[in-house]
């Protein structure tokens, strides 16, 4: 029986993408407002937001397994792109110390990213579901404030695996809060709403 393409795929597939674009875009750094942060911080605060979206539609148990899931989909592609680094090129090909340069940092941002992400979005989830059983329809307490909780032990982890020795330690501190504070932010007043949005058109599928 052909099996019916729903909305939790979407949500799910969206959710291990943008994770995997995360661990890519946290190669570079960037500037904003003369604060420096990886390029990841655009994509990965939608991540805490699908995951919350998860949560409150499918419950604890379901997100949870996309959580692991993700975690797989990102290894295959830390072990793909690193071998890809030693495979022999053409002596025409210029890309080598580029692709080399940035999958070959891709392993370590990834192994911040693996430990941050299982212990950051593992509570992130289960602060959701415990705030479920306090907050009712107030679906706004638990976005913020499960990814407030989430977001520090995250950060942390992230930036000290993946940057520590490559930059000042003052820097690393700076880093650590302003991208927390940023994240932060970014599920107020962008991810919330749009949470909100998601929530209702997951829950019609799940209604009906």
Same mark, same amino acid.
């Given at each position: 029986?052909?099996?019916?393409?729903?909305?939790?795929?979407?949500?799910?597939?969206?959710?291990? $993408?943008?994770?995997?674009? %995360?661990?890519?875009? +946290?190669?570079?750094?960037?500037?904003?407002?003369?604060?420096?942060?990886?390029?990841?911080? @655009?994509? &990965?605060? #939608?991540? #805490?937001?699908?995951?919350?979206?998860?949560?409150?539609?499918?419950?604890? /148990?379901? +997100?949870? /397994? $996309?959580?692991?899931? +993700?975690?797989?989909?990102? +290894?295959?592609? $830390?072990?793909? !792109? &690193?071998?890809?680094?030693?495979?022999?090129?053409?002596?025409?090909?210029?890309?080598?110390?580029?692709?080399?340069?940035?999958? *070959?940092?891709?392993?370590?941002?990834?192994?911040? %990213?693996?430990?941050? &992400?299982?212990?950051?979005?593992?509570?992130?989830?289960? $602060?959701?579901?415990?705030?479920?059983?306090?907050?009712?329809? /107030?679906?706004?307490?638990? !976005?913020?404030? %499960? %990814?407030?909780?989430?977001?520090?032990?995250?950060?942390? @982890?992230?930036? !000290?695996?993946? #940057?520590?020795?490559?930059?000042?330690? !003052?820097?690393?501190?700076?880093?650590?809060?302003?991208?927390?504070?940023?994240?932060?932010?970014?599920?107020? #007043?962008? *991810?919330?709403?749009?949470? &909100?949005?998601?929530?209702?058109?997951? /829950?019609?599928?799940?209604?009906?």
């Amino acid at each position: 029986m052909e099996q019916k393409f729903n909305k939790f795929t979407i949500i799910a597939t969206i959710y291990i $993408v943008l994770l995997i674009i %995360s661990n890519l875009m +946290a190669t570079k750094m960037v500037t904003f407002l003369g604060l420096i942060l990886p390029a990841a911080v @655009i994509a &990965y605060p #939608f991540n #805490f937001l699908l995951g919350d979206v998860l949560t409150e539609v499918y419950g604890f /148990k379901t +997100a949870k /397994k $996309v959580v692991w899931l +993700a975690f797989f989909a990102n +290894a295959l592609v $830390v072990i793909w !792109t &690193y071998i890809g680094i030693y495979m022999p090129y053409p002596v025409f090909w210029t890309g080598q110390t580029h692709y080399a340069f940035i999958f *070959g940092l891709v392993p370590r941002i990834v192994l911040g %990213s693996f430990i941050a &992400y299982l212990v950051g979005e593992n509570i992130n989830v289960w $602060v959701m579901e415990k705030l479920k059983a306090y907050t009712g329809n /107030k679906l706004w307490i638990r !976005t913020i404030g %499960s %990814s407030a909780v989430g977001q520090i032990l995250d950060t942390m @982890i992230f930036i !000290t695996i993946a #940057f520590y020795g490559t930059m000042p330690n !003052t820097v690393l501190i700076t880093m650590i809060i302003t991208q927390y504070l940023f994240k932060v932010a970014c599920e107020a #007043f962008l *991810g919330t709403p749009l949470a &909100y949005a998601v929530v209702k058109w997951a /829950k019609d599928e799940v209604i009906n």
